[in-house]
C-alpha cells in the first residue's frame, strides 16, 4: 500500500481545506497520514479514520531556533517513515517539509500553494525572504515534483524566481466546495440587509477598509443593513489586536463574531459577501463558498480573489485600500434586490463551472497517481 502524508499547518485548516481529498485517497487505497499542529482538532481527524502526527511548528516564524526545530522534525519523520508522496499544504510547510524531504530522499513531493502571504510581497525586502527564496530553489531542484497553484500570478512568481520548472506546475482553482451541501439558497427577504466577511482577523485582509465602507454608508444604511465579521484572531504577525478589531464594531450596524463553524448557516442568512483582500491570497474559499451559495462577491482585483468574479456578471472587482469605491459598490447592491439575485444565480453557475470538490479530488488523485509511479 502506497503511503502518503498530507502536511498542514494547523489542523483547522486541514478540516477545512484539505479532508475530502484525503479522505478519497484513503478510500482509493492510499495509507493516509496527516501531520498539523494539533490545537484541539486531533480528534476529529482521527475520528474520520486518519492517523494523525503532531507538528511541532509555529506559524508566526519570528524564532529562528523553532525554524530550524521544525525542520529536524520533517527529516527525522521522513527519513524514518518514507512515505512514498509528501504533500505539503501552504507555504510554511512547503519551505520547511520540502527541504527536509530532499535530504531524506523521498521519492515523490507535491506542493500546494494556497497563497503567498508575505515572503513575495513587495514590501518585504528583507534578507530573511532572499534566504527563503534561496531555500526554495534548492529543495524544488529534483525530479518527481509538482507544485499545485491556485492562481496564475503564483506560478509566474515561481517561474520568475527559478524556483520550479514550467513542466513541475499544476493549475486547480482553490480547494473546491461540496455543490450539494452548499447548494444555491435564495438570499432571505425579510430583516436587515447582511454584508458577511468571512476570514482570519488579519489587516490584510481588508478588515477596517469594510468597516471604513460601512462607515460612510451609516447614515443612510444603518436601520437597513448589517456587516459581520466572521473569524478568529489570529497569531499572524500582522493579525489584528482583538481591542482594535471591537473599537470599529459597535455590535449592531457592525458586528465582530468571532471565530464560528456555522459559516454555511451565515452565508445562506446573508445578502452579499464582501472581501477587500490586499493579502497574496490563494483562491479564497470563503468566496469559493459564496459563490456556490449564491450571493454576489464583491472583492478586490489581487491575486487569487480576482479569480472569484467576472466584473458585473457574478459580482465587483475593486481596488485594493478603496474604501469609497467598496462604499458605492455596496451601495449599489443595497439599492438594487434584482441586481442582487441576478448576479447571485451567476455566482453559482461560476462555481458549478470553476469549483466542483469533485474536479479537484480528482486532479489531486492523478497528481499522486503519477508521483507514485515515476
Not at 511541532?56 to 521544525?70: A, D, Q, V
Not at 478586490?300 to 459598490?329: D, Q
Request: charged share 25%.
Amino acid at each position: 500500500m502506497k503511503k502518503i502524508f498530507i502536511v498542514v499547518n494547523v489542523d483547522w485548516f486541514f478540516l477545512s481545506h484539505r479532508k475530502e481529498i484525503a479522505l478519497a485517497a484513503k478510500k482509493t487505497g492510499y495509507d493516509v497520514t496527516i501531520v498539523t499542529n494539533n490545537t484541539g482538532m486531533k480528534p476529529a481527524i482521527e475520528g474520520l479514520g486518519l492517523k494523525v502526527i503532531d507538528l511541532p511548528m509555529s506559524r508566526s516564524g519570528k524564532n529562528i531556533f523553532e525554524e530550524l526545530s521544525t525542520l529536524n522534525f520533517l527529516y527525522k519523520l521522513y527519513k524514518r517513515e518514507q512515505p512514498d508522496v509528501i504533500h505539503h499544504v501552504g507555504l510554511k510547510t512547503i519551505l520547511w517539509g520540502t527541504f527536509a524531504a530532499k535530504l531524506a530522499k523521498i521519492k515523490g513531493i507535491a506542493n500546494a500553494v494556497s497563497g503567498l502571504g508575505i515572503i513575495f510581497s513587495e514590501e518585504n525586502s528583507s534578507i530573511l525572504s532572499k534566504i527563503f527564496i534561496q531555500i526554495l530553489r534548492y529543495s524544488h531542484h529534483r525530479n518527481n515534483l509538482a507544485v499545485i497553484f491556485q492562481n496564475d500570478e503564483d506560478k509566474t512568481l515561481f517561474l520568475s524566481n527559478h524556483i520550479i520548472r514550467e513542466d513541475q506546475a499544476f493549475m486547480i482553482k482553490g480547494s473546491g466546495v461540496d455543490l450539494n451541501q452548499f447548494c444555491y439558497t435564495p438570499e432571505p427577504v425579510d430583516g436587515k440587509i447582511k454584508v458577511l466577511l468571512t476570514a482570519r482577523m488579519i489587516a490584510e485582509k481588508g478588515i477596517f477598509f469594510l468597516a471604513e465602507a460601512a462607515n460612510l454608508l451609516k447614515s443612510e444604511y444603518r436601520d437597513k443593513v448589517q456587516f459581520l465579521l466572521c473569524g478568529g484572531i489570529d497569531d499572524n504577525p500582522n493579525a489584528i489586536r482583538e481591542a482594535d478589531l471591537k473599537a470599529v464594531c459597535d455590535g449592531e450596524y457592525v458586528s465582530w463574531l468571532g471565530y464560528r463553524t456555522d459559516v454555511l448557516n451565515l452565508l445562506k442568512s446573508s445578502h452579499i459577501v464582501a472581501f477587500p483582500s490586499y493579502y497574496k491570497e490563494g483562491l479564497p474559499k470563503s468566496l469559493i463558498e459564496g459563490t456556490a451559495i449564491g450571493r454576489p462577491i464583491i472583492t478586490t482585483n489581487s491575486i487569487g480573489c480576482k479569480e472569484t468574479v467576472i466584473e458585473g456578471y457574478n459580482g465587483f472587482l475593486i481596488p485594493i485600500k478603496n474604501s469609497k469605491v467598496l462604499a458605492e459598490r455596496l451601495k449599489q447592491l443595497f439599492d438594487d434586490t434584482q441586481l442582487r439575485i441576478s448576479m447571485g444565480k451567476n455566482s453559482r453557475l461560476l462555481a458549478e463551472k470553476d469549483f466542483s470538490i469533485e474536479n479537484v479530488i480528482t486532479k489531486h488523485l492523478e497528481i499522486y497517481k503519477q508521483l507514485t509511479t515515476n
